[in-house]
Each structure stands twice: as C-alpha cells, then as structure tokens.
C-alpha cells in the first residue's frame, strides 16, 4: 500500500484560525483497516483529525508529531516532509509531541517500519496544500495570478513586480482560502528538494546531548513516590505471602504491599514497595520474603525445549506451510545431499532505559506518562486493571530509551497504574536490569532441520524445513511463526516447508526485525552450505538462485494491509553492489580471514551485507568491516536518521550474534544482566560501510531491514576463514579453536 493510495481514498484538509492568529491546518489521514482502537477486524473506519500544523504570525511553523519517538528519528522524519512541501526552512520549523489520543490521532504505534511506507506521499501534500494556501492568499492580496507567485524559505514572491510577503503575515489570510483537496496539490520534483534528502540532526538531540530531562525516567511530577515491583521468577507464579511489615520499616518505605494479578502478561502478582526515592524502595527489596506458588511453568527448560524438538523433527511436520513439487523425488536424484540442524535462543531486548512509567490515580481518574511504542493497547489495560474508563486515562508520550519491539507492551503502564491506586499517590515504577531481562517478551527461540540437495550444475533440486517452535494447535507463539515465502520457496521447484509447535509458558513478542532476526540467519547460512557443497561463489549461487529480475506471488493478508511483493531483481542490484563496494572476490586474504555474505527482504526493505572477519587461534573474534547496502525505495527521507538506522541494526544483529541467550531453568530466566546477556561494546564494533540502491519504488523504512542479513553474513564469513559452520547461536567459540 503506496501513500498515493491512501490520499486517493479518505484523507481531506481543513484549515482554520489558530489560537493567537495565523493558520492550523488539520489533515485527515485514513486508518488503516484493523487499526481503529477497539475495534479490531474493521475496515473502512471513519477519518479522524490527526495531523496538526500551525503558521504563526511570526512565520515559525509548528507541526504535531502524533507517534511515538523510541529512537528511530520519526518525530524528525514526517515533519521534514512537510516542511518541504510547505517550502519553509528547517530553523523556523517547531515539533511538539502530540498526547496519545486515538480519538483525535488515529493510531499511535511506532512499529513495523511502516512510518515513511505510510505517510511519505501524505505528509508531503500536507505541506503542498499549506503553500497552495498561502500563494492564493498572496496573490488575493496583491490581485494577481496566482501562478505569477513563487515561494521560497517562508516567503511568497510576486516575480513580476518584485513584492514578498511572509508566511506568517499571510496566515491569518489564508485560513479563509479555499481548502483544495490533497489529492490534486502538486509536490515539487524531488530535484528542488531543500530538506529532504538533507542529513538533519535529530529534533531532540540537542537536549539529549546536554542531559536535559526527556526520556520516560526523567518524569517527575508533584507529591511522586517512587516504586518498585517484585514479581514471581517463574511466569505467572503467584504471591502466597510476604513480610510486608518488616519490609516497611526499612529506611524511607512508606507502603508495601501485594498487589494481585487480573491481566495476563499485563498484570501479574507481585509485591510492591513505595519509598521515598528508587534507591530506598530498591535496597528495602532485599529484606522482602515471598512465598510464591510457582505454578506449572516451573518445570519448563531450554534443555526441555531442545530435547523435545529433536524428538519432533522426528516424527513428520504437524502441517505443512507449503508444499511444491515432490521433494523426496527430488533429493534422490541429487548428486549431492545435505542436512543440517540450526537453532537460535530466546532474546530479550535489553533497553537502554530500563522499562518505567509514571502514574497518577485519582478520583477515578489515571494520568500516566509512558514511554511506549502502543499506547492504545496500555490504555484499554490500564482501565481493565484499575477499574476505570479509558476516557478518564491521560496517557503523556514521553521519549523511549530504545523500544525495538520491547514497548509495544504496556504490562509496566499497568503496574503503574494499579500501584498508584493501591498506594494513593502518584508514583514512579522503575524497573531494575534485572527486572527487565528477568521479564522480557523474549524473541522466541527456535529449531529448523533442513534438507537439501543439488545437481550436477549446482542448481538446488529440492530444500525441506521442518521447523519447531512454540505455539498450541495451528498457532504459532507471538513471534514464533514462520511465512510460507521464505526462501528459496518460488525459486526452487521442489520446497517443503512444514512446521511442528510444542507450548511455552514464558511470553513472548516481536523484537526488532521479528521473525526475520532468526530466519534470515539459518536461510542465509544454509543457502551458503548449499553454495559450498554447489562448488559456486556464494555471490554467483545467490545471483543464479534469484534468476531473471521478476516480482515474485505473495498470499493475501485478509487481516492488515497488503503484503509486500518480493522482486528478485532489487535483491539482485543489493547484492551486486555490496560485492562490488567489498571487493568482493578479489584479493587474498591473511589466514583465518574471511569475508560472507547474505541477503534477506523484510519490512519492504532489501538488504545484503559483507563482513570480513578475523578469527584468532583461540577462537576469539575480529570483525574488522562490514558493508551494507539497502534498497529502501526511491528516496532517502533523513541521510542521518538512515545512516543511523543501518548502523544501530548492524550493531543489534552482531551482539546478538556474538552473546545473547536468554535460556530458561526451572520456569525462571537464568540471566540476570549486562554481564551475562551482553551488548556488543564499544570495541567491538567494526566500521560500517553503507550504501543505497535508488530504485524507482515509493519509499520504505528503515528500522528494521538492515537487522537480519548480518547475522549470517558474519557466521558464513566464520566458515569462509576457518572452515567451521555456526548452526547455532549465539556463536561458541570454543567451536573455532585452531586445532
């Protein structure tokens, strides 16, 4: 779905008076079908107020960002567009953060990529229609044609006569103006762009840089407590008793208390302390005693999941995702044949900021500030847990330290609220590091038994996955699934992808790239063993694989928008250039060197990435470059935002490469922080090399696509330099010892 699309079909422009003087233009943007709050399923939903700008009389421009900010540049992004169109400068241009309201803004979720796919034409001709505006003003006033009028940098021009007048002095004027329809204002030609395609530091960065409060945990607000919240180790464990008495005579406690679970993975049962600052609540946390009734999730385990898979993958598939040709036919006619067990561990997303919230209850009422990437879901919970309606929920968007999927969740909004009410006073919930990696929605983990074999030209004759994960019956856990396209189904005539779910007490939920931070890994890894075993460069085995430039078959999605198509030719240009930046090929390289590399399609976004690594006698790790190169449409909103996008999803992909796992014993997370679950440090992030493909296609977005092709572009270049496959992550060193 191309924001051209969406104009065509509900959105429409108001303009009227602004408080103080000068125009607010109102714009109506169309909700997607599914997307109106509470009301899941429906399509067509009704066109709501929800983009706002302002043309003061002193010519500063004010446009209200409706999403959230969790650090992916979109409260500068869709602002530019509008600037653009509207032909102001950057600098008279103001942001404000709009309240989470999906009565006035529609759906306010930052997720999925999906922002500039959205919103790119849109917001554009909002900006179109202003100027349109203000020209017709101008030229009222002066009583020519308005086609003798120009703008620029906030101000319209007369050519013939030489006058100009400013915006701001025409605002007042063109809120009187004939409203034209969005869908027949004329955009500039991408040539003249004065601010798109401009690098454009962050509109928060200057207040981030000198550490002025903005981010969820700098809220404070009159009379706050502060909190923190102890829940079971083991999922959905419930409190049986606790010492709350001793716990309120440490230092600075002013109330403890147990507060029971009603909403499943929103609210659990737990024991909460309210003192005077975090620290006093967080060291009274170690006198507390609590007797928990474990439940049944105690007996589960990583080992108990691993065990079980590989008695599955025994047994034929529970069901089939698809199934080509005649794969069995196809493997015995094989000159070659390969199998091979891949697995990847449960993630958690592991935030800068660890999860927090702000609540105030009172008198029925709940204002929460929240740094949340959904703040809808939170408030239909929020009234759930506290008993009150969701019109009487203020819900403050404050700036998230790291979302990636993470804060699409809103359990850490409900215990707010629900402290707040049981405490009687407004109250700040910080979760600790242990908190957070303790009681994550992890990236599931998965297991994948492949089949493979090719023929005496190297052409793939049949591929089989069976794929065990977690879910009940024919559902997959959140973030579990598997799509029926992946590669190389359509590419290969015989290809059996079947699936096999066993359950999971632990919750689960996107993280970034979801579905496609695993798959691409062991796709991309065993294409390469394909490739190997092919005798091909693993380039030309791609190349060759993907065939003629074509748009490949996608099934409908009868629950959202429209999926998006996979052309085999954008893949084809990303990887011919990526080659060509890395030098692909050419040149030798010092022993235990090597380079891999791999591709993957998600989020509408093409990537195929390059690491040369260096891999030491002890199996220790250099990675000393990679190259990326995307094809993310025919425009670049933000160079900075998108440079920054590409690197931070590198970054993401390497540490979790390199040592993320969460495993489970006895029901409970066996890590507790940083030290044990890590993020890639400082030394040892390689340089980044980043390119884009311009291709002729709307533009896309960036927040995720990057992510996948990395993880296996590292692990083939692990093969490439010491003839050792990871089939596992994350990657064992010990594995790679010279020996």
């Known amino acids: ?175 009187r103006v004939p409203v034209p329809e969005l869908r027949s204002v004329t955009l500039k030609d991408p040539a003249r762009f004065q601010i798109i395609g401009k690098p454009t530091k962050g509109v928060d960065s200057p207040r981030i840089v000198v550490g002025q409060p903005i981010f969820g945990i700098d809220v404070k607000v009159p009379g706050m407590l502060y909190a923190v919240f102890q829940k079971c180790p083991v999922f959905g464990g419930k409190v049986v008793s606790a010492n709350l008495e001793a716990v ?37 946390r170690k006198s507390l005693r609590v007797t928990w009734d474990e439940g049944p999730v105690a007996a589960e385990s990583s080992e108990g999941y691993a065990r079980r898979a590989a008695e599955l993958a025994k047994l034929p598939p529970a069901r089939w995702l698809r199934k080509d040709g005649d794969v069995e036919a196809a493997l015995a006619g094989s000159v070659k044949r390969l199998e091979a067990a891949y697995s990847y561990p449960f993630l958690a997303h592991a935030t800068l900021e660890p999860q927090n919230c702000t609540a105030s209850y009172k008198d029925g009422k709940v204002e929460i500030w929240a740094p949340t990437q959904n703040p809808e879901p939170g408030r239909t919970l ?68 492949f089949q493979a074999g090719v023929d005496a030209h190297g052409r793939i004759t049949g591929f089989r996955d069976h794929f065990v994960s977690f879910g009940e019956g024919e559902n997959f856990a959140r973030s579990a699934g598997m799509s029926p396209n992946e590669l190389p189904a359509q590419l290969v005539p015989n290809v059996e992808l079947g699936a096999s779910v066993m359950p999971l ?19 991309q890894s065993f294409l390469d063993e394909l490739a190997h075993a092919a005798g091909k460069d693993p380039l030309q085995f791609q190349l060759e694989l993907l065939g003629e430039p074509r748009e490949l078959t996608v099934p409908p999605n009868p629950n959202g928008p429209p999926p998006a198509a996979f052309h085999t030719g954008r893949m084809r240009d990303v990887l011919k250039l990526v080659a060509e930046k890395s030098g692909w090929g ?41 190259w990326a190169v995307g094809d ?57 090399e980043v ?10 977005g960036l927040g995720e696509p990057a992510l996948p092709p990395i993880l296996p572009a590292l692990c083939n270049a692990i093969f490439a330099a010491t003839g050792k496959r990871i089939r596992s992550l994350p990657i064992d060193l010990n594995l790679l010892k010279s020996v």
């Not at 390119?691 to 896309?700: A, E, K, R």
Request: glycine share 10%.
């Open 1 to 175: 779905m191309d924001g051209s699309t969406l104009t065509s079909r509900r959105s429409f422009l108001k303009a009227s008076a602004a408080m103080g003087g000068g125009l607010l233009l109102s714009v109506s943007l169309p909700l997607p079908a599914g997307a109106r709050p509470g009301k899941p399923g429906k399509s067509a939903a009704p066109a709501v107020l929800n983009t706002y700008v302002r043309i003061a009389p002193d010519g500063i421009v004010t446009i209200i960002s409706k999403y959230p900010e969790i650090g992916q540049g979109i409260k500068t992004s869709l602002p530019m567009l509008i600037a653009e169109e509207l032909d102001v400068d950057w600098k008279d241009v103001r942001i404000e953060q709009a309240l989470a309201d999906a009565t006035q803004y529609g759906r306010q979720v930052a997720g999925g990529s999906m922002a500039t796919t959205l919103h790119y034409d849109e917001m554009r001709r909002v900006g179109a229609a202003g100027r349109q505006m203000l020209v017709a003003a101008a030229a009222a006033e002066w009583k020519v044609p308005e086609a003798e009028c120009q703008t620029r940098s906030g101000v319209v021009h007369h050519t013939p006569s030489g006058r100009t007048l400013r915006y701001g002095a025409l605002a007042a004027k063109a809120a």
């Open 691 to 700: 390119h884009f493909v311009q291709s002729v296609n709307p533009p896309t």
């Open 586 to 626: 050419k040149g030798t390289l010092p022993p235990r060197t090597g380079r891999g590399i791999a591709c993957y399609f998600s989020h509408r976004g093409y990537f195929a990435e390059v690491v040369r690594v260096h891999v030491a006698n002890d199996g220790a790790i250099r990675i000393e470059k990679v």
């Open 382 to 449: 929020v009234a759930q847990a506290v008993g009150v309606k969701e019109s009487d929920i203020t819900i403050h968007m404050v700036r998230a330290g790291g979302g990636f999927g993470r804060r699409l969740q809103n359990d850490y909004m409900v215990e707010a609220a629900a402290i707040s009410k049981q405490a009687g006073v407004p109250i700040k919930l910080v979760w600790s590091r242990e908190d957070d990696i303790q009681h994550d929605f992890y990236r599931p983990a998965g297991f994948h038994f």
């Open 505 to 523: 007490g632990v919750p689960t939920g996107p993280l970034r790239a979801p579905g496609s931070n695993a798959l691409a890994f062991v796709y």
């Open 248 to 284: 309120k005579r440490e230092p600075g406690v002013r109330n403890a208390f147990i507060v029971r679970g009603t909403t499943p993975n929103a609210l659990s049962d737990g024991v909460a302390i309210v003192a005077d600052s975090w620290w006093q609540a967080q060291k009274a």
């Open 632 to 688: 993310v449409g025919s425009q670049i909103v933000n160079p900075s935002g998108a440079l920054q996008q590409v690197e931070g999803s590198v970054l993401d992909g390497l540490g979790e490469a390199l040592g993320q796992a969460i495993t489970i014993e006895k029901g409970r997370v066996v890590q507790s922080n940083l030290h044990d679950f890590p993020l890639l440090r400082m030394n040892q992030a390689p340089p980044i």
